[in-house]
């Protein structure tokens, strides 16, 4: 298969994470014979310090004459610690996301056996654990009609939804939960929402269209609760675009670092994929950036191409480096390696899965050139 990439590295730690899931996609290209090629260009800070547009036009033309885009990180200390900031990084980001129609942000969240005592969580609430998060991404209070008064003191967000905004991520939710353990746990604040009551209005009718996948609801404070008191209790949860943020967000606790969750963000015609964490501009150059969130956002690249096998070779190779405990400072803090070792590993693994795990470990971290 032939692949054209869009790369938006972006901000503090995007471009080094970002450099390893290219190595891994370079890994498999060569291992299957696959043609991917790939194009840069600025996003967000970076972005706007070159052109003073957090998403220049040209940047877009990029994505919209490529395949898929991978996606680093976006945000500046400069713009955070900034309220006047009348242009932000992230702007260049909801922008990417409405001018693209890339509606639902699907976030895995997974426990992984071997980093269990890793979690702030106890090890016999975790574990097993497998969830995915379906959030409407380009709609809501993120996108609403916001209001400052003149005099500064009075200010709003419009939290909107129409019906065929919700009915579409619905359905994504739906099929997907049918593929795994038949159930969407609908996250929302009903009680107290319109916008709520009509997302339960409307889920509730495209259920009928999957008779068999359960559907449950659950207020958005509750299901906060929830996440962290039985998180194997959910498998499919679908939620407007605010409460996904801060629900996907609380679950990246669960597998003891952020550094491990990777999403992808599609529309009917574009597909967009990064690591869920930010720029962490304190990492940037240091080498201690986990690059694992960016190389499992292009293995969900290579889902949504159906090329199954490679993804799961990416995975694969993901799980045999936390075995072996090759990995950044946030999961082993007493013997880690750097960013670009981590790659190093990953992508040789694709190359070489049959190789025994000491020459493996002896190799990647310098010890040893024999194999």
């Known amino acids: 298969m032939k692949l054209k990439i869009a790369v938006l590295p972006g901000d503090g ?32 800070a970076i972005a706007i310090d070159e052109t003073g547009n957090p998403l220049p036009e040209k940047t877009l033309d990029v994505c919209e004459a490529t ?10 200390p400069k713009y955070d610690n900034n309220p006047d900031a009348k242009v932000r990084p992230e702007q260049g980001l909801l922008r990417l996301r409405k001018s693209l129609g890339l509606y639902a942000n699907i976030r895995p ?56 905004e919700i009915k579409r991520i619905a359905h994504l939710a739906f099929k997907a939960a049918g593929s795994r353990n038949n159930k969407v746990t609908l996250v929302d604040k009903a009680n107290v929402l319109e916008s709520s009551r009509l997302w339960r209005k409307v889920v509730a009718e495209v259920a009928k269209d999957y008779p068999k996948v359960a559907l449950d609801f659950l207020f958005v404070d509750n299901a906060a609760m929830q996440m962290i008191l039985n998180p194997k209790q959910f498998d499919v949860i679908l939620t407007e675009n605010m409460f996904g943020d801060i629900i996907s967000d609380e679950a ?43 190389i499992l956002s292009a293995a969900m690249l ?11 070779l990416i995975r694969k190779a993901v799980e045999k480096a936390l075995i072996l405990n090759i990995t950044t400072p946030d999961i082993n803090a007493d013997h880690n390696v750097s960013t ?14 049959n190789d025994s795990n000491l020459n493996f470990k002896n190799i990647h971290l310098g010890q040893s050139t024999i194999i």
């Open 109 to 164: 969240v997974k426990a992984y056996e071997t980093l269990l005592d890793k979690s702030p969580l106890k090890k016999h609430i975790i574990e097993g654990t497998d969830i995915s998060i379906y959030r409407e991404l380009t709609g809501g209070i993120y996108f609403g009609e916001k209001y400052l008064s003149e005099d500064g003191n009075t200010a709003s967000d419009l939290c909107l939804y129409t019906k065929p």
């Open 252 to 294: 990246s606790v669960i597998g003891g670092s952020i550094g491990l969750l990777a999403s992808a963000s599609v529309g009917d015609k574009f597909a967009m994929f990064e690591p869920i964490h930010g720029s962490y501009p304190q990492a940037t150059g240091k080498g201690i950036a986990n690059p694992i969130a960016s």
């Open 302 to 312: 290579l889902d949504h191409f159906e090329l199954f096998a490679e993804a799961d």
């Open 340 to 353: 670009s070792k981590v790659g190093d590993f990953i992508a040789d693994y694709i190359s070489n899965p």
């Open 13 to 44: 730690i995007g471009p080094e994470v970002t450099e390893q899931a290219i190595k891994a996609l370079n890994a498999i290209a060569l291992e299957f014979d696959h043609t991917f090629t790939y194009k840069h260009a600025p996003v967000g």
């Open 67 to 76: 395949d898929a885009i991978l996606f680093g990180a976006i945000g500046d």
